[in-house]
């Protein structure tokens, strides 16, 4: 079928090129291999999908789906809005449309997709007239391309400079006796082509201007053709006339379940694993999903410490997936790097979580922020807008939620660089400070730090929690962070200390936290500094009751709890594992009659 196609079209493009050149023009009329050779390249562009870090590439067509589309973008969505369309849409009517979405959303791979259906499937809706696809990734323009001459080159459309009776020269180039322009826009409604223009976002800023104006001429005076152009939603921001505007919506469970099926024999592992972790969230988007997919399929299990995945995925929407398509976006600040850009979400992050505390936040609440750290990135004070504007096109790690608010594209990650700041600001040693208000980003702050047992030790040991609920709270987050603890005796008393608080409740975070390597290490070795003073038991369980014999010399400025517990079945099960320190205190329980 694909040969079919490109016959067909290679037969209208010289049927059409003929008639508009006469007898006795100077360019010859050769056989049209510029738009067989495009169609070709069309049909090798669309058919796979691959990311840096693949060995091969994955087939558009078993790899991917259908994603929904939403008819109206979120920043002028009202609260109920109706999401009823598909791809199959984008073919369905005469409408031409710019298909919006945030970093990794599946714009060009929808794009992919409509090109396939193009060149191998039958038309299934009584509006879809359409021949054949014309694919322009706009980042590949230079800066003196127009767009009608890129399309022209592909199309194989010959054209020429022309000179008036006296020699002069006419403005632009020409088919014949017709401008070029006029004559690609009808060959593009004769022909029933599907315009495809990929990343109106990744033109170069110097041609921006006109291929947008070249874009509203072509809408407006196109009747038999289809236009359709992929833009980040952050950088929609002036309308172009002609266009209908579409938004891919975010995954929806079974949207994940379905594409992990075509990428995994059995996805049922994956999809239980996925829910379980805290960064279930960026599934959302299809980039971010394969990556996860990507690991999976690599190791067969999911990365065992999220931190790991939090920092994969800021690196790949700060710059990773941009430079893997070639794709420079120069900030308009200097300095203001990647790694700065960052930093600076970082600091926003913070602001965001712990002074406004919120999660959709109103632009008076971001612009508010931003005036807070701009300084200490050199930003200018009065660019507030046009810097967070940047981070949105530059990133989507920001994005507009609504009219006149924003939210960080995913929770995890504006969990994540919250701790990111928290762990590297000279007041990280008072984490315990943010435990009662938002606990996620505490307990990602000590898997990010650079030594998790004093961090751990640290946060619990100067706690001043008193509700059990808080510090479970607190417990269970860090659970699903799984910072690797070394052997340390504060954070032995720290665990301990945390069974005296929790004794009469709750003890099931606890539990699985002892289970961390190193863990009951840690608490076999804090024994040395505490002596025996009684037995009590809570909840059916009996406990050791252990009074302060000496300070930790690493006490790091915290004092050492008076009182501590230890499960007696703790104690039993170090003695048995032949631990020294739980065989000295056995023996100090026996002589106090204590034990048996």
């Known amino acids: 079928m694909e040969s079919l196609v490109v016959k067909s079209a290679v037969d209208l493009v010289t049927h059409y090129v003929k008639k508009r050149l006469d007898a006795n023009s100077a360019i010859p009329l050769e056989p049209n291999i510029g738009l067989e050779r495009h169609l070709r390249e069309a049909f090798n562009w669309s058919k796979r999908i691959q990311f840096l870090?693949?060995?091969?590439?994955?087939?558009?067509?078993?790899?991917?789906?259908?994603?929904?589309?939403?008819t109206e973008p979120r920043r002028f969505r009202g609260r109920h809005a109706l999401v009823n369309r598909t791809e199959a849409d984008l073919l369905a009517d005469d409408k031409s449309y710019i298909l919006l979405g945030d970093p990794g959303a599946g714009k060009t791979t929808t794009l992919k997709r409509v090109v396939y259906k193009l060149l191998f499937e039958e038309p299934v809706e009584r509006d879809d007239w359409y021949q054949f696809p014309v694919v322009i990734r706009l980042r590949e323009l230079e800066s003196g391309d127009t767009l009608i001459q890129t399309i022209a080159r592909a199309l194989g459309i010959p054209f020429h400079r022309r000179k008036d009776a006296e020699g002069h020269w006419y403005p632009g180039f020409w088919l014949g006796q017709m401008p070029l322009e006029y004559a690609v826009i009808d060959f593009l409604n004769v022909g029933h082509a599907v315009l495809l223009l990929d990343g109106l976002d990744e033109l170069h800023a110097?041609?921006?201007?006109?291929?947008?104006?070249?874009?509203?001429?072509?809408?407006?005076?196109?009747?038999?053709?289809?236009?359709?152009?992929?833009?980040?939603?952050?950088?929609?921001?002036?309308?172009?006339?002609?266009?209908?505007?579409?938004?891919?919506?975010?995954l929806e469970p079974h949207e994940i379940a379905a594409i992990a099926a075509s990428w995994l024999p059995d996805p049922t592992l994956f999809i239980s694993e996925l829910g379980q972790v805290p960064y279930k969230d960026?599934?959302?988007?299809?980039?971010?999903?394969?990556?996860?997919?990507?690991?999976?399929?690599?190791?067969?299990?999911?990365?065992?410490?999220?931190?790991?995945?939090?920092?994969?995925?800021?690196?790949?929407?700060?710059?990773?997936?941009?430079?893997?398509r070639g794709i420079s976006r120069q900030s308009r600040y200097a300095r203001f790097d990647p790694d700065r850009k960052a930093a600076f979400l970082a600091a926003i992050a913070y602001q965001l979580t712990f002074k406004v505390q919120r999660k959709v936040f109103y632009e008076t609440d971001l612009l508010n922020a931003y005036r807070t750290v701009h300084e200490r990135f050199q930003?200018?004070?009065?660019?507030?807008?046009?810097?967070?504007?940047?981070?949105?096109?530059?990133?989507?790690?920001?994005?507009?939620?609504?009219?006149?608010?924003?939210?960080?594209?995913?929770?995890?990650?504006?969990?994540?660089?919250?701790?990111?700041?928290?762990?590297?600001?000279?007041?990280?040693?008072?984490?315990?400070?943010?435990?009662?208000?938002?606990p996620a980003p505490v307990a990602i702050a000590v898997a990010l730090s650079?030594?998790?047992?004093?961090t751990f030790a640290t946060l619990f040991i100067r706690s001043k929690l008193t509700a059990q609920d808080g510090i479970n709270s607190l417990l269970s987050r860090i659970v699903l962070e799984r910072p690797f603890l070394d052997n340390s005796p504060a954070l032995g008393v720290a665990i301990m200390k945390l069974y005296h608080d929790l004794a009469n409740g709750d003890l099931s975070n606890l539990e699985k936290i002892v289970t961390f390597p190193g863990v009951q290490e840690s608490v076999a070795v804090a024994l040395d500094y505490f002596t025996p003073s009684s037995l009590v038991t809570q909840n059916e369980i009996e406990f050791i009751c252990l009074q302060r014999a000496r300070n930790l010399q690493e006490a790091r400025g915290f004092r050492m709890p008076e009182r501590v517990y230890l499960p007696a079945s703790m104690l039993e099960d170090l003695y048995v594992r032949g631990n020294p320190h739980a065989a000295l205190l056995r023996s100090k329980l026996l002589k106090l009659g204590k034990g048996a």
């Open 450 to 454: 650079s030594n998790p047992s004093a």
């Open 282 to 324: 960026i599934a959302d988007r299809p980039l971010l999903l394969t990556q996860l997919l990507f690991l999976y399929k690599r190791y067969g299990y999911l990365p065992e410490q999220p931190s790991q995945v939090y920092r994969k995925v800021v690196s790949l929407l700060l710059q990773e997936w941009d430079a893997e």
């Open 379 to 438: 930003l200018p004070a009065g660019d507030a807008k046009q810097v967070i504007s940047e981070i949105e096109t530059h990133t989507g790690i920001i994005s507009i939620a609504g009219h006149d608010t924003y939210e960080f594209s995913h929770l995890s990650l504006q969990e994540y660089l919250c701790a990111d700041y928290l762990i590297r600001e000279p007041h990280s040693e008072h984490l315990n400070e943010y435990m009662a208000d938002y």
């Open 206 to 250: 110097a041609s921006e201007p006109k291929i947008r104006s070249e874009l509203t001429r072509l809408s407006l005076n196109t009747n038999g053709t289809k236009i359709i152009v992929s833009c980040r939603t952050g950088d929609y921001n002036s309308v172009i006339e002609g266009f209908d505007l579409m938004e891919i919506c975010p």
């Open 53 to 70: 870090g693949m060995a091969r590439a994955e087939e558009t067509e078993t790899t991917t789906i259908a994603l929904r589309l939403a």
